[in-house]
């Protein structure tokens, strides 16, 4: 059975794993990737992406650590229009090299004690995707249930109302039970 390969990213920032670079490594998305990071992930558009991140060799592991921001334009999840969003998210990840060779009991223990506190993702060979993993963490931050601020407007206009406000015996019997 043959795996499917994976679309190439729209944020690809390949970096070498030895030696790592030295200082924080600082990714800007162009126009074109945030485009296609806006389309990737539902939004009106990305107005702008920039993380900085500082890389940390590890016993058979890199740490990434930093901070990610973004403008975006996210659909309400109620009236679906666009509003401004502001994404201001720490990153965390462990990128562990995957060798083939076992793994000796210090390097288990150090990846253990490292496990809780970021998100792990396996590379092979000399380098890893970065951007891919800030492209990753931008859509883990996107809040697929934000309401914008026409939303109460928008569930009015539908009809729906808040719980507490329904009208009707059906409703009339509910508050009876809930007396109860």
Not at 66 to 71: E, F, P, Q, V, Y
Not at 105 to 110: G, K
């Amino acid at each position: 059975m043959s795996e499917t390969p994976l679309p190439p990213s729209e944020l690809t920032r390949m970096i070498k794993a030895r030696p790592l670079p030295a200082g924080a490594v600082v990714i800007e998305a162009t126009d074109k990737e945030r485009a296609a990071l806006a389309a990737r992930f539902g939004l009106g558009a990305v107005h702008s992406l920039r993380a900085e991140i500082a890389l940390d060799q590890k016993p058979r592991a890199i740490r990434a650590t930093g901070r990610l921001r973004a403008d975006i334009l996210q659909p309400c999840a109620i009236s679906t229009e666009d509003f401004p969003v502001i994404i201001d998210e720490p990153v965390d990840l462990r990128f562990v090299e995957d060798s083939g060779r076992p793994m000796t009991e210090d390097e288990e223990r150090e990846i253990e004690l490292e496990a809780d506190d970021c998100d792990e993702i396996a590379f092979t060979g000399e380098m890893f995707d970065l951007g891919e993993a800030v492209a990753q963490t931008l859509g883990l931050a996107i809040d697929p249930y934000a309401e914008g601020p026409n939303a109460a407007a928008a569930r009015q206009a539908a009809g729906i109302v808040a719980e507490g406000e329904q009208d009707g015996p059906l409703a009339a019997m509910l508050a009876a039970l809930k007396k109860e």
